[in-house]
Nanobody, 121 residues
Framework: EVQLVESGGGLVRPGESLRLSCAASGFTFSTYEMGWVRQAPGKEREGIGCISSSGGNTDYSDSVKGRFTISKDNAKNTVYLQMSSLKPEDTAVYYC??????????????WGQGTQVTVSS
């Protein structure tokens, strides 16, 4: 059974940092590209970034570039999203996703259940 389990969400203040983790099982993690997608209330899903299967290449949306970093540990079957300089507009449910090529906001092979990130003073 394929599972993607996110953790690390919570409530933080603007300017603070948070790291999300996504533990994968049930598929060959090292051969999949991984991505993070978020959805704020009342808004469309937004792909915020993805990482290559080896972890050597990343790509980010303009909205998070320079503030968020995705990393991938194939030995631990885990992908991370390090978020810094958080803003209220980063408030959303964050999902990790897996696909053979960079997961898109609506088309990926596997999805996690999501974790809530709230940025508020």
């Amino acid at each position: 059974e394929v599972q993607l389990v996110e953790s690390g969400g919570g409530l933080v203040r603007p300017g603070e940092s948070l790291r999300l983790s996504c533990a994968a099982s049930g598929f060959t993690f090292s051969t999949y590209e991984m991505g993070w997608v978020r959805q704020a209330p009342g808004k469309e899903r937004e792909g915020i970034g993805c990482i290559s299967s080896s972890g050597g290449n990343t790509d980010y949306s303009d909205s998070v570039k320079g503030r968020f970093t995705i990393s991938k540990d194939n030995a631990k079957n885990t992908v991370y999203l390090q978020m810094s300089s958080l803003k209220p507009e980063d408030t959303a449910v964050y999902y990790c996703a897996a696909a053979e090529l960079c997961p898109s906001p609506y088309e990926s092979d596997y999805w996690g259940q999501g974790t809530q990130v709230t940025v508020s003073s």
